[in-house]
């Protein structure tokens, strides 16, 4: 059974305030929260080091950026497009590593500003060894076991193409030789988890990429820290799965006298809990005593595809227009504002609509979306049904709340049509 979900760090007042300041739907950050999940990420244990890497994918915002810059995160970029707006929001090249899927265009421009390159498949090796005989470089390795919670966010294991399956390490080590590569650092990032048991045999297996290697320093585990978005959900306990990871540096340097500098890369962990989508209720229908009551939001699957695309829960937390007293709960379908049947924010992964216990939500009032920190304004099916993207807000430690991407004119959704007819 689904419990009643709370708000995470607004209040009711704040939320009607920001709705008539700002318009629904908009999405809300906190300052003071991303700072304290910076603080939480820089203390997972460690014996020799630690470098945390923000996955900016997760969420590009210049504003977030530049608060993660503050605390001493460093980036991980997923494309030279990511470099690029890293850069522009002032983060010294050094602090970038790219982690591309698709070859980038111009490595060579990149790696020559001072960006680390992450070589994911023995093609990407082969050609960077071709740019830079002689370079230093990092490669990302498949250990063959992953733990998404679905099977859509695995990225480990014989069915994810991330990285270079772990038996072609022969391949790899004659690359490396050919081209005379320094491999300082290795890397996996095998999905969303929080079971001590998968961290441990991660830090295993990419451990042995070190031992292969002698002039690794640094081991990255990526990133993949699952967050509790519902309150039936649990949240990844960074020292537990840290403790023994710690203790694995310390073995392999007791065995092998060197001292690595272990590397982290949480995307989810720093920012999804982090972010809220204040949205209002435009209407309410029902199918009948053996039917549902669907509430219709004036958000939908161009804010946040999640729910559609993998089945996502997100707390949905009701705030009446005006305060008013408890109100009963309801069970509800709460369906998004795009014309396609996936449009649907409580639903099981495979789409079968379910209810989602609430407190009463009249139309106009609001619903705030809990949890959208992270790849929801990032990836989305924006301007579908030709809605506008989505704006931002931040709420600043000072208690100011401030615009950090303003809504989309409708002109900016075709602008870059040509009309030939
Ligand atoms: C997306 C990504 C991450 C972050 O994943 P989360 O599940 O958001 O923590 C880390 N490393 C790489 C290489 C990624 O592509």
Not at 174 to 182: F, G, I, T
Not at 198 to 222: I, M, N, Q, R
Not at 276 to 305: E, I, P, S, W
Request: net charge neutral.
């Amino acid at each position: 059974m689904t419990s009643i979900e709370k708000l995470k760090f607004l209040n009711e007042e704040q939320v009607r305030s920001i709705a008539e300041t700002f318009g629904t739907p908009v999405f809300v950050y906190s300052q003071k929260e991303i700072e304290r999940r910076c603080e939480e990420a820089l203390s997972f244990p460690n014996a020799f080091g630690l470098q945390v890497r923000y996955a900016m994918k997760a969420n590009p915002n210049t504003n977030i950026l530049k608060i993660m810059k503050q605390k001493g995160i460093l980036i991980d970029a997923s494309s030279e497009y990511e470099v690029s707006r890293a850069l522009a929001s002032g983060f010294p090249a050094e602090s970038i590593m790219l982690t591309s899927q698709q070859f980038p265009k111009d490595l060579k421009k990149i790696i020559e500003l001072g960006v680390s390159f992450n070589a994911c498949s023995l093609k990407q090796l082969e050609a960077y060894g071709k740019l830079f005989p002689g370079g230093k470089v990092s490669i990302r390795f498949n250990p063959g076991l992953g733990s998404g919670h679905t099977k859509k966010t695995d990225v480990g294991g014989v069915a994810s193409a991330f990285g270079i399956w772990h038996e072609k390490l022969s391949e790899v080590r004659s690359l490396v030789k050919q081209y005379n590569l320094n491999v300082e650092k290795v890397h996996t990032h095998i999905g969303s988890g929080s079971d001590p048991e998968v961290w441990k045999a991660v830090a295993k297996y990419t451990l042995e990429y070190a031992e292969a290697f002698e002039t690794v320093k640094v081991v990255s585990l990526g990133g993949g820290y699952k967050v509790g978005r519902m309150a039936d959900e649990k949240s990844t306990d960074l020292q537990k799965i840290g403790e023994p990871v710690k203790q694995q540096f310390i073995d392999f340097a007791t065995q092998h006298n060197r001292k690595l500098i272990l590397e982290i890369e949480p995307g989810t962990y720093l920012i999804a809990l982090c972010g809220a989508l204040v949205t209002r209720v435009d209407d309410k229908v029902d199918t009948g005593t053996k039917g549902f009551t669907f509430l219709k939001l004036d958000t939908g699957m161009d804010a946040n595809t999640r729910p559609s695309l993998y089945g996502a829960r997100h707390p949905l937390v009701t705030v009446t227009k005006h305060p008013d007293t408890e109100r009963p709960i309801e069970e509800y379908v709460v369906v998004g504002h795009c014309c396609e049947s996936g449009d649907l924010f409580t639903q099981k992964e495979g789409g079968e609509a379910v209810t989602r216990p609430m407190a009463r939500a009249e139309i106009d009032d609001y619903v705030v979306m809990e949890a959208v920190g992270a790849y929801c304004s990032s990836m989305s099916t924006k301007n579908y049904n030709s809605f506008p993207e989505t704006g931002e807000v931040i709420l600043l430690s000072s208690g100011e709340t401030k615009w950090i991407r303003k809504p989309q004119s409708l002109e900016e959704i075709y602008k870059n049509e040509i009309s030939v007819i």
